[in-house]
């Protein structure tokens, strides 16, 4: 039996880091997909269609959800995103691990879909914490940046659903922290039930 792709899903409030911890994963860990999103959202300033996104218009956004094509979307500041389900579940079958950086609303969804799939919250150790990083951004108004602290109070009651928890107060440490679980991940035993029947039947 060939092995399937295990399927990680880290999320996080807004100012938790948790887009830089990612990218610093998958400059070390290999066999590690990221899946790209679609989103309804403009690119922004040196963004690739089908490398940072894929970007779509509302209507092609609309008919994706429509033709079931969506792991878990969600709204946001006026913009949808999307994990488009098939590059996912190829990959898997293919026997690649994907991560996917996705709100909790969408990890809800995925675990639900995926109920071995491995949840991780990178959060700062306080609230206070996380308060000072939007505030240090400095590219935001005062009512946006009101609306994302409001959305973290929410995303951290849903942090009890999670597997692992990543604290990312140090960025190294953080991103120790979470290749250290996808390496775990990828030797538990219950992942492996070929090398354990394989050793069961030697005499």
């Known amino acids: ?13 807004s100012g938790a880091g948790k887009g830089t911890v990612l990218r610093r994963v ?7 997909a990221v899946s790209v999103s679609a989103t309804t959202r403009a690119p922004r300033a040196g963004e690739i269609d ?10 092609e956004f609309d008919r ?5 094509e969506f792991l878990e979307y969600v709204a946001k500041f006026h913009n949808k995103y999307g994990t488009p389900k098939a590059q996912v579940l190829k990959m898997l079958d293919e026997g690649t691990d994907v991560i996917l950086e996705i709100e909790t609303i969408g990890a809800a969804k ?6 071995k799939a491995v949840l991780v919250f990178v959060t700062p150790s306080s609230y206070s914490e996380l308060e000072k990083r939007l505030d240090r951004r400095g590219t935001e ?9 409001k959305i973290a109070k929410t995303e951290y009651k849903s942090m009890k659903y999670y597997n692992y928890i990543a604290i990312n107060d140090d960025l190294d440490r953080c991103v120790d922290t979470v290749s250290a679980i996808i390496r775990a991940e990828r030797v538990n035993l219950k992942r492996n039930p070929e090398t354990v029947e394989y050793f069961r039947h030697i005499d």
């Open 1 to 13: 039996m060939e092995r399937k792709g295990i399927l990680f899903v880290i999320s996080g409030p």
């Open 50 to 59: 089908g490398i940072h996104y894929h970007f779509k218009t509302q209507e």
């Open 64 to 68: 994706m959800i429509e033709n079931h």
């Open 141 to 149: 108004e005062e009512a946006v940046k009101a609306m994302r602290l």
């Open 110 to 115: 995925v675990r639900k879909e995926f109920p």
């Open 26 to 32: 998958l400059e070390q860990e290999t066999g590690l």
